[in-house]
């Protein structure tokens, strides 16, 4: 094998590979031939932080170039030592400039490092979603390093992804997650800039599924006991699924619920954002139907103001799959989730010139990014016991409506499954 070394300077001290060093050394770094006497590689050594902040010496090994050059000239050992030389000077920067550590990592390290540190603070819905975000860009970054990870390995996933046939709004997502990660690598020095935005497929924005008024209606009659009333807070609060489940007894009241937890995956937590820590008035017809199922609740010695058999709060998925999925179905109303309520409650609430600003509180949302809506304009109570009352009165009108007897005479008969109305 052909070797070509410039003198590596004073001797580094030889503590084994990955311990601590005493000191640091001037890097001089050395070339070489592979086995073939094919390529040019280099060799150095590089001082880097762990996790912990402490100092490693790492010994690195890079391709340089091929022996052969395009013009079928052999490229000398002067020449392989100038191409190493910008990687020797990047470490011998760091002796004399302290101040300026290099930190390295592989994104699969790293990442361990972003989970524990960054992504254990976020919700735990978030952190699911996340972590399954993760492992997709841990299995396309692998081992490669953090500092050399750049744009084009970037804009390479994203072809994949959509070679893959993958939603554009499921890449768009997974850059975002990547953005977080680097965001936190770059405070912790481990890259020394982030990598500018690649260009991400069009993201169509797909109409979201929501009840009428008509349809909200044949749901509430169709169902009684704990579903109906389950359905009718849901439509006139608009209260997100979790949040449903998480109410306790002690939440409600005849005229009016508290919103300060939610239910994930089981498991009680803080609501979505601090807005949804919210109190909302509700109206008298769905105060009497609340009433009923505090008191059916306390026969059974439970706390949540709807519960499994065991006291736990409801399993909003199974819910939806044993309950509303097949009672949509018999009522020959398009499938839609929970939220669809949500987006029932806003419009209702709209269609009833219920002030913007009453809406935003009941709803629980986020600052809007309007100064006047978030700032300037505040709701007072009497206008959300007034929009309460509003959209429980056009609630209560549809149920009672002529065009529902109909449906409840077929239940009545049978039509409807007893499983289904329960």
């Known amino acids: 094998m052909s070797v070509a070394t410039a003198n590596i300077g004073p001797a580094i001290d030889s503590t084994a590979k990955g311990e601590t060093v005493a000191r640091r050394r001037y890097q001089r770094g050395s070339v070489f031939q ?42 000398r050992k002067r020449e392989a030592l100038r191409l190493l030389q910008p990687y020797l000077d990047r470490v011998n920067s760091s002796i004399s400039a302290p101040s300026r ?3 390295s990592a592989t994104f699969e390290a790293f990442l361990k490092i972003w ?12 952190q699911s979603t996340m972590r399954g975000q993760a492992k997709r860009l841990k299995a396309f970054f692998g081992s490669k390093e953090l500092r050399q990870i750049g744009a084009a390995d970037v804009q390479r996933l994203v072809a994949k992804m959509e070679a893959d046939e993958y939603e554009p709004k499921t890449t768009r997502n997974l850059w975002a997650t990547l953005r977080l990660i680097l965001d936190a690598a770059l405070a912790q020095g481990f890259v020394d800039r982030l990598i500018p935005k690649p260009k991400l497929p069009r993201a169509s924005k797909k109409k979201p599924r929501y009840f009428r008024l008509a349809d909200v209606a044949k749901i509430i009659a169709a169902s009684h006991s704990e579903s109906r009333v389950f359905y009718w807070l849901a439509a006139e609060t608009g209260l997100r699924a979790g949040e449903l489940a998480a109410l306790t007894i002690a939440d409600v009241s ?5 919103v300060n937890q939610a239910v994930w995956n089981g498991k009680v937590s803080t609501p979505k954002t601090e807005n949804a820590l919210r109190t909302l008035a509700v109206s008298a017809h769905l105060g009497t139907l609340l009433t009923e ?23 909003i998925n199974l819910f939806r799959k044993r309950k509303m999925q097949p009672l949509l179905c018999s009522l020959e109303i398009q499938q839609a989730g929970l939220h669809a309520f949500r987006h029932f409650n806003a419009s209702l609430l709209d269609s009833l010139r219920v002030p913007l600003k009453t809406i935003q509180e009941r709803l629980g949302h986020a600052l809007s990014g309007s100064l006047t809506l978030d700032v300037y304009t505040h709701a007072e109570w009497p206008e959300n016991v007034e929009g309460a009352k509003r959209a429980g009165d056009a609630i209560q009108k549809a149920v009672d409506s002529d065009g529902l007897t109909t449906i409840q005479m077929k239940k009545a008969s049978g039509g409807v499954p007893e499983a289904l109305a329960a």
Not at 115 to 126: A, C, G, I, N
Not at 254 to 258: D, K, Q, R, V
Not at 293 to 302: G, T, Y
Request: aromatic letters at 8%.
């Open 101 to 103: 550590e290099h930190k």
């Open 254 to 258: 005849a005229t009016s619920i508290t």
């Open 293 to 315: 199922q505090v008191e059916r609740q306390k026969s059974k010695r439970h706390n949540f103001l709807f519960s499994s058999s065991t006291g736990t709060p409801w399993d």
């Open 34 to 75: 592979n086995r073939a006497k094919t390529v040019w590689l280099g060799a150095y050594s590089e001082y880097v932080l762990d996790s912990d902040g402490v100092e490693k010496r790492k010994r690195k090994s890079i391709v340089l170039g091929p022996v052969r050059k395009p013009d079928g000239e052999e490229m």
């Open 115 to 126: 989970e524990r540190d960054y992504l254990s603070l976020s919700k735990p819905s978030t």
